[in-house]
């Protein structure tokens, strides 16, 4: 049972990996982690004021301790100079109070001096490293973006994209379509021709009456190709005819025996 939750785990981990992948553009990816460097980056700058805030907070304490100070101090020697030694004693210990003060906010402040420089390297390093990687981000973009543009060039030059794909099926679709059509009508035509059909726009006939129509239109074609070979052989012997009769009309024809006793006769 394990082992097929194993599996199971795998598979979907293996799908959503893919259909992430898919999913996944390398301009957004890009420009999504320039926003987090810039974010990085402002935090760093964010820690740099507050450090030079802290530092400067510091460096205000310590002047007033140090006017506190001075101040003690002038005390002191004028309680000395009036006789008064407990008041300048007690104004001179203040005074020792607040040099050490003074001393560890010095301290703190060298502390946090250093650690504003280190975080202002930092940000310099950081902010160029931004910058740069701006710049390659761009160019990357750009190649993607000129690589994506000649790739859907290509695959709509070879037919192989998605949208070239469904009208080269549209396409065959059609072709297919007008073909069965075609045949259909073909089909339509020969069983009219034959009598398997009935013409809605004609007399109905049945397959008795097709075969006589048919050999009647035969006969017929018989019966003019006989006569068109009776006058093509005809023409001839027409032709014959008519040279004979013009040369009787020309020469004298012989007399006949009867005519040629008549004629003495007449003469006596």
């Known amino acids: 049972m394990a082992g097929l939750v194993k599996r199971m785990s795998l598979i979907?981990?293996?799908?959503?990996?893919?259909?992430?992948?898919?999913?996944?553009?390398?301009?957004?990816?890009?420009?999504?982690?320039?926003?987090?460097?810039?974010?990085?980056?402002?935090?760093?700058?964010?820690?740099?004021?507050?450090?030079?805030?802290?530092?400067?907070?510091?460096?205000?304490?310590?002047?007033?301790?140090?006017?506190?100070?001075?101040?003690?101090?002038?005390?002191?020697?004028?309680?000395?100079?009036?006789?008064?030694?407990?008041?300048?004693?007690?104004?001179?210990?203040?005074?020792?109070?607040?040099t050490q003060q003074i001393a560890d906010l010095q301290t703190q402040h060298v502390s946090l001096q250093a650690e504003e420089e280190k975080l202002t390297l930092a940000s310099q390093r950081l902010q160029a490293k931004v910058d740069a990687f701006r710049t390659?981000?761009?160019?990357?973009?750009?190649?993607y973006t000129a690589a994506q543009a000649q790739t859907q060039i290509g695959e709509a030059f070879s037919g192989i994209s998605e949208e070239m794909g469904d009208v080269g099926l549209a396409i065959?679709?059609?072709?297919?379509?007008?073909?069965?059509?075609?045949?259909?009508?073909?089909?339509?035509?020969e069983l009219l021709a034959s009598g398997a059909l009935d013409d809605p726009t004609g007399t109905a006939k049945d397959d008795i009456q097709s075969e006589l129509d048919r050999m009647a239109s035969t006969s017929q074609v018989e019966s003019d190709l006989a006569k068109?070979?009776?006058?093509?052989?005809?023409?001839?012997?027409?032709?014959?005819?008519?040279?004979?009769?013009?040369?009787?009309?020309?020469?004298?024809?012989?007399?006949?025996?009867?005519?040629?006793?008549?004629?003495?006769?007449?003469?006596?």
């Open 172 to 189: 065959q679709r059609a072709e297919d379509k007008t073909q069965s059509m075609q045949a259909r009508a073909g089909a339509i035509d």
């Open 12 to 98: 979907f981990k293996a799908k959503a990996n893919k259909a992430l992948d898919r999913a996944e553009d390398p301009r957004e990816t890009l420009d999504y982690s320039y926003t987090k460097q810039l974010e990085l980056l402002q935090k760093v700058r964010r820690g740099v004021a507050d450090v030079a805030t802290s530092r400067k907070r510091l460096e205000l304490q310590a002047q007033q301790l140090q006017q506190q100070s001075d101040k003690l101090d002038g005390q002191a020697r004028v309680a000395l100079s009036q006789g008064r030694e407990d008041l300048a004693r007690e104004a001179l210990t203040r005074k020792s109070a607040l």
């Open 136 to 143: 390659k981000k761009e160019t990357i973009k750009a190649t």
């Open 228 to 268: 068109l070979k009776g006058e093509i052989a005809g023409a001839p012997a027409t032709q014959a005819i008519e040279g004979a009769s013009t040369t009787t009309q020309t020469a004298p024809s012989p007399a006949t025996p009867a005519e040629a006793n008549q004629q003495p006769e007449a003469s006596s």
